[in-house]
């Protein structure tokens, strides 16, 4: 088992393409929640992934609650990322079977799942206060890499 990237309820298709590209590059499974803001098939999605997008181990859900119920992940694989997490995403071991969730480039993880998951928050540090938050698909691309640590 590896390593899986899920994005819920992803908005922009370029991101997905790229984190696609990405989840190729490291042998993850990218896992798209739905509502999407857009269709799978559109041209900016494999624009990003560029000639790599066939390759990549896609696997859709219709709801969080439709992934829970298929894969029943224990706790300690699930690993939140969120602008106010309240752990740096440097602290934990990542176990081979974890799942990355990531959320909405506007409005990130939806409220539900974060209250159920409320003790697997984790954030990307950063030096400047100016910034909120960073792009989606170099947010994962980091967690992604850390995830891997050592493992590659």
Known sequence: MSL???LVQPEIPGN???????CVA??????LIHP?????????????????WPHVR???????DAFLEARTPRPDQLFLFEEFGARSFYEPDYPDDAFLVFGQETKGIPKPIIERHADRLFKLPMRSDVIRSLNLANTVSAAAYQALRGKI
């Open 4 to 6: 899986s990237i899920i």
């Open 16 to 22: 997905t393409g790229a984190v696609g590209r990405t």
């Open 26 to 31: 490291l042998d993850m499974e990218l896992i």
């Open 36 to 52: 999407l803001g857009f269709e799978i098939s559109d041209k900016r999605v494999k624009r990003s992934g560029l000639d790599y």
């Open 58 to 64: 896609l696997t859709e859900f219709a709801s969080w």
